[in-house]
């Protein structure tokens, strides 16, 4: 089991910056695929973002690409989300996933991921 705990979100306004991190805790973390996803109000869960283990392999949501870049950090079992030039389009709950152990791709959608964080709210305002 990896449990997954998520921090950074807020309020920012539009054009600003934030860096969400997700922890990880449980079984081991270094062969997980992990990525972000994100759902606003009445709409269906986004791919924002996957790292591979190694964080040689990264993949990004067509919304996303360019402004948004995702990191890991091994040894201390975490997971980073640099969202710069945020758009008030950008506003929603942030979720971290984790892929089931050895399993190496980094998948787009949400069905591909076992383990799940509880969340983080970034709210962009105009």
């Known amino acids: 089991q990896v449990q997954l705990v998520e921090s950074g979100g807020g309020l920012v306004q539009a054009g600003a910056s934030l860096r969400l991190s997700c922890a990880a805790s449980g079984r081991t973390f270094i062969s997980n695929v992990m990525a972000w996803f994100r759902q606003a109000p009445g709409k269906e869960r986004e791919f924002v973002a996957g790292i591979s283990w190694s964080g040689g392999s990264t993949k990004f949501g067509d919304s996303v690409k360019g402004r948004f870049t995702i990191s890991r950090d091994n040894t201390k079992s975490s997971v980073y989300l640099q969202m710069n030039s945020l758009k008030p389009e950008d506003t929603a709950v942030y979720y971290c996933?984790?892929?089931?152990?050895?399993?190496?791709?980094?998948?787009?959608?949400?069905?591909?991921?076992?383990?799940w964080g509880q969340g983080t709210q970034v709210t962009v305002s105009s």
């Open positions: 996933a984790g892929r089931a152990y050895a399993m190496t791709a980094v998948g787009l959608s949400g069905s591909d991921y076992m383990y």
